[in-house]
């Protein structure tokens, strides 16, 4: 089954409206719970008025922080802790202030709309800028400047390497900020009963969740039930601690009824923390050929108001990646993160390693310019060659795994008719009539399988494992429990693929469930493109050991060794003797039946397995772009994307065609239409999805993709995740094509996004 | 305080409902809160996404802009009237064989809009597909494989 393009276990259900997400589960007496948000991007509360609220119907509470000061603060980082809703004062336009309980969501807004917050402003920092300039007062007790975090990655620097090169250049790079802005906004329904509560919510890591809620309410973990139902996508967005995963099970325990929050679109622009947001100052030093030398980085990361444990330190996965797929001698790294009175910021889509890949490729795009040469030929002299792999990096303990990347890059070129291209744009240059084309290449490679244990220990979790129990039920067929939690990747279906092939049980008879912490043993979650590179090995391994022990029982039942037998379709087969043959559901069914067993052969057919990866994996490829640009407008059209990708083993092909479309078009969004912005007095100027530009149907083009597949060693299943691909490769894709058509001007960069305006002020203020 | 109650009679998927409501209630919320026909999906507030979209009196809508009192004495299709007891309906078919959709939480008002183009042009082009649903937003698939479901669709029952 793995390599088939199956159609999905999961489709059903949502396709005819019978998905479970968390605003579709209702309880007996459910009570809503609603935000109020800060107006306001820095100021003092003087005071909150909520005796207005209190009197309106159906009103059943109003909290605000100091009736929250006895719970132990949510996930933070150590010495800046953060609360549950604004105390003293607020922080970012959205910070919740208070909280309002009612028996309908409209009453409940209702309420939320009549408290009355009042504020002294204070001075707003909304940029990067503004918060470290010298009389910038600091935003975050305990913090005594606005420089949350200061790294030094690399011990050393690069100065003498950049004093060696023939050729060195600077670049100043903006990957600007955006909103994960999943379909479904975050939800949680918590129901205390008893001695503890039961969650519902649109989370990543349901173990990870139960684990902090457990510890906040000093209660035993097998007392809090965690589940993450359908979850309407989350991109990295619903991996963050938001203060209602904690503040409905505590209003649920106080109230002794039901209580469910549903984010709002609105809300969720401003208080769902947002992705990406950093600056880049960049150094590079090459030769004649364009063969890199040295790479010197400096990143200026904006947190936001109140600093996220996760996004705080995100820039420590930039500055790991930014070799990109290229043998860079040296490099030197480090990281500044800054407070602002902005959204916090945290995982989006890649987390930190979109933002290399569109460093080093924009970096390598630049190179190439300065020297007069095609970027494809600076590629292919800086490639790490396939007899490299495994590729220790300047990083220690990042190492590449298998891969081909001169191969991709050849594949890509190849599928683009490049040399056709390059054709076709001096042609319409010379054509005043004809729109301008452009062709931008990304050879990417970015970090997946996440995973292993010290590494992720260093987010919080438990371990960078994933684990999965298969149980074969006495009729034969399986059912087998997962930690991962995903939201739109197919696990039921991948999943159920690497388990038919190693239990030998068919496709149809194989069920997989995940998300709920009761039913399902200790598991990590679903990010870091890590569901088939550490979940799918799990499932492997565990459904291995099922068909070992199945196979002894087989023998015994033919009278054989567990060597003499051979797999057939129905089950297992004397070698040579067909008619001595018994099916795996005679297996199944003789494994419960003690006296039938050999002696010392435990009853059932089950096997748990903990799959702990002894790496990171690398996914990489090669993408390509061609854009043309309307010379009146500067409006950018993209004509067409290639992508050539290398996601290891390709378990559905079907399903991974979507994940990398999918990532694809979040970073054609990127580089074209998205940025959350706000104005100098730190007010969002586009918190919603009429003015945020998430694109439509009429936005996005076509997607050519092609595969090649190098196995990883670094798993048995080969595999190495493409969840993050798409997003890592393709915003520098097409940033690299509108420079690249615009380049005859004297056009050296375009900051994204990439809009009319901005396309067509570099055309006419180039050079 | 009092709070206003008009009475509604609403046909949804061939069933008659007559129940009390606010002037206020949204379609959307008649249909998920009231009914618990929680098929139909709200992903904003500014009637931008389209997840809520579905059949009025044969008409694709967004049910986040219309109120429940104006749909009284109309007749309602939500995402769980398509298709039968024998199984999908061919749009929702084609949504699972070209894998339209991931996380599924646009695919019920992607999945009416779509039939109601089918409805409209049984044999659409790309580029009319992309016209016809240009109002639904779905975040994970980059809408090819949407297109293609929609072609499989067409090419294989239509809008039945
Ligand atoms: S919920 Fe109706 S358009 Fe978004
Ligand atoms: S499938 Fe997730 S939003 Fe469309």
Redo the contacts between chains.
Sequence with gaps: MIGSAVPRKEDAALLTGRGTFVDDIHRPGLLHMVYVHSGEAHALITQIDTEAARALPGVVGVWTARDFAELPARPSVPGLERGYLAGDKVHYVGEPVAVVVATDRYLAADAARAVRVEYEPLPVMATVADALAPDAVPIFAPLESNLALEQQVTPHDVADELDASPHRLRARLVNQRCAGAPLEPYGVLADWTGAGPTIWATVQAPHRVRAEIAERFGLARHLVRVIAPDVGGAFGVKSSFMPELFLAPELSRRLGRPVKFVETRGEHMVHTYHGRDQIQEVEVGFDDEGTILALDVTLTVNTGGVPDPVGIALATLTSYMLGGCYRIPKIAARFRSVVTNTTPTASYRGAGRPEASFLIERVVDLVARRLGKDPADVRRVNLVQPGEMPYQTPFEGIVYDEADYPAALDLLLDRLDYAGLREEQERRRADPGAKLLGVGLSTFVEMGGFGPTPLFEQFGYIGGWESANVRLQPDGSAIILVGTAPHGQGHQTALAQIAADELGVPFEAISVLYGDTAVVQEGIGTMGSRGMPVAGNAVRQAAADVAAKARLIAAHMLEAEGDDLVRVEAGFQVKGVPTAEVSLAAVAERSFKPHLLPAGTGLGLECTSYYEPSNLSYPSGAHGCVVEIDRETGHVHVLRYVCVDDCGTVINPMTARGQIHGGVAQGIAQALYEKVSFDADGRPLNASLEDYMLPGMLDLPGYETHHIETKSSFNPLGAKGLGEAGATAAPQAVVNAIVDALAHLGVRDVEMPCTPERVWKAMHHAS | ?R?EIVRVEITVNGQPHSREV?P??LLV?FL??TL???????????S??G?CTVMLDGVAVKSCTVLAAQADGCSVT???G??GPDG?SPV?EG???C?G????????GM?MAATALLTERPDPS?QE???G???????????????ESVQWAAANGGAR
Excluded: W
């Excluded at chain 2, 994970?140 to 297109?147: E, L």
């Design positions: 305080m709070v606010e206020r209630l919320h998920r809160d618990s026909l929680t098929g139909t999906h709200v992903g904003c507030d500014t931008s996404c997840a939500t995402v769980e398509l298709g999908l929702q949504f699972r064989q894998h959709l991931q996380c599924g939480f646009c695919t019920p999945v790309e597909i992309r016209d649903l240009k109002g639904n937003m779905c975040r994970c698939t980059g809408y090819q494989m949407i297109v």
